[in-house]
């Protein structure tokens, strides 16, 4: 059974980075029939993919239009986690992250994400 | 990329049969068989109901179904319960390796 597990500050001032952790149980971030995601959930967005990050004999990063140019997500195989760093974050960014896998297969990963951390609240604010 | 346009709200009673729509474009839900659909109880983490379009995770009962036509996808709950009530989101492919996921229906079970 995967789990996911987040871990990181609930509260970030404007303009600096928003950094959280996800911790994989079940599963290797190395995973070649795996995609890792973080997605944000807010009243005023609903939910927004933000980005992932795969292993496919190299490792591979996707990000949203909407976050590219300030968004970076990185494996970590010695712990067997990834995370989400945000930079220049705003108000605009107050969400709850979750984190998430989708299932790969045949180069497609159509799978759904079928699991996902227990989520982080962030706020931004000052 | 635009969110996927999802009814605000839908409602219905006990033992109904109610259905979601989630519209795109050609350029998402038009384009590839990789639409899903997440219910989200408040202070949970959402769970995946159905993935490429009409295939249900183990353990999703049978009466979620869904379906696709041209730009629009549709989730049908058959036989409405009260633990039903939730948020319902879609999500596809939206090409160029990204995702896009519906505004979110509130169901509410009367």
């Known amino acids: 059974q995967v789990q996911l597990q987040q871990s990181g500050p609930g509260l970030v001032k404007p303009s600096q980075t928003l950094s959280l952790t996800c911790a994989i149980s079940?599963?290797?971030?190395?995973?070649?029939?795996?995609?890792w995601s973080w997605i944000r959930q807010s009243p005023s967005r609903g939910l927004e993919w933000l980005g992932r990050t795969y292993h496919r004999s190299k490792w591979y990063n996707d990000y949203a239009a909407s976050v590219k140019s300030r968004i970076t997500i990185n494996p970590d195989t010695s712990k067997n986690e990834f995370s989400l760093q945000l930079n220049s974050v705003t108000p605009e960014d107050t969400a709850v992250y979750y984190c998430a896998r989708v299932s790969c297969s045949g180069g497609t990963c159509g799978g759904g994400f079928g699991y996902w951390g227990q989520g982080t609240l962030v706020t931004v604010s000052s | 990329q635009s969110a996927l346009t999802q009814p605000a709200s839908v409602s219905g009673s006990p033992g109904q049969s109610i259905t979601i729509s989630c519209t795109g474009t050609?350029?998402?839900?038009?384009?590839?068989?990789?639409v899903s659909w997440y219910q989200h109880h408040p202070g949970k983490a959402p769970k995946l109901m159905i993935y490429e379009v009409n295939k249900r995770p183990s353990g999703v009962s049978n009466h979620f179904s869904g379906s696709k036509s041209g730009n629009t996808a549709s989730l049908k709950i058959s036989g409405l319960q009260a633990e039903d009530e939730a948020v319902y989101y879609c999500c596809s492919y939206g090409g160029s390796t990204t995702w896009v996921f519906g505004g979110g229906t509130e169901l509410t079970v009367l």
């Open positions: 079940g599963d290797s971030v190395s995973s070649n029939s795996a995609a």
């Open positions: 050609s350029s998402d839900v038009g384009s590839y068989n990789l």
